[in-house]
T-cell receptor
């Protein structure tokens, strides 16, 4: 069974700090990786995706992927109180093991940014 | 227009009722999804439609019946639900089934079954 693991948190950081969110996955055939942000009582919103090993930056967000270690992370620089939310890691296994483009979500990490 | 619109936002129903959840997108996306989310849990996939055909049913009980009348609309018909079916039901779309991770979610329909 494909698994995506995240530390449930809560992860608490002061305003202006770097928040580091981590995710590991079990299926070596996984091909694409996503980070969703979900505010309390709201629906998930895609904030980053990464397909290749290395770093991908978008504004204050950086996604990092290491396929050899089966590890993906999200860094949030200059964290703001408005970043306080649950961050869901999601992995698409592509065609491996008959998954046929199904997305597997981790349980999410609750991030709190303190003013 | 980059929205997925879901109605109703809130629904309370008894176990003998029949109701429907509706979802609409006008982004030209050809894959549409129903997810169920319980409090403090990740979304769970229920159904996937690709080009208006059901391509994935995650062994969902038959009291949930999806329907895709056209490429912009997705319905979820509800009948004889149980209290444990109370949850947030999320509709999502993506450009195609192969871009399954790049989902646009609607705001959800919060369902309470009494």
């Amino acid at each position: 069974q494909k698994e995506v693991e995240q530390n449930s948190g809560p992860l608490s950081v002061p305003e202006g700090a770097i928040a580091s969110l981590n995710c590991t996955y079990s299926d070596r055939g996984s091909q694409s990786f996503f980070w969703y942000r979900q505010y309390s009582g709201k629906s998930p919103e895609l904030i980053m995706f990464i397909y290749s090993n290395g770093d991908k930056e978008d504004g204050r967000f950086t996604a990092q992927l290491n396929k050899a270690s089966q590890y993906v992370s999200l860094l949030i620089r200059d964290s703001q109180p408005s970043d306080s939310a649950t961050y869901l890691c999601a992995v698409n296994g592509g065609n491996s093991g008959g998954s046929n483009y199904k997305l597997t979500f981790g349980k999410g990490t609750l991030l709190t940014v303190n003013p | 227009d980059t929205e997925v619109t879901q109605t109703p936002k809130h629904l309370v129903m008894g176990m003998t009722n029949k109701k429907s959840l509706k979802c609409e997108q006008h982004m030209g996306h050809r894959a549409m999804y129903w997810y169920k989310q319980k409090a403090k849990k990740p979304p769970e996939l229920m159904f996937v439609y690709s080009y208006e055909k059901l391509s994935i049913n995650e062994s969902v009980p038959s009291r949930f019946s999806p329907e895709c009348p056209n490429s912009s609309l997705l319905n979820l018909h509800l009948h004889a639900l149980q209290p444990e079916d109370s949850a947030l039901y999320l509709c999502a779309s993506s450009l195609s089934r192969t871009s399954v991770g790049e989902l646009f979610f609607g705001e959800g329909s919060r369902l309470t079954v009494l």
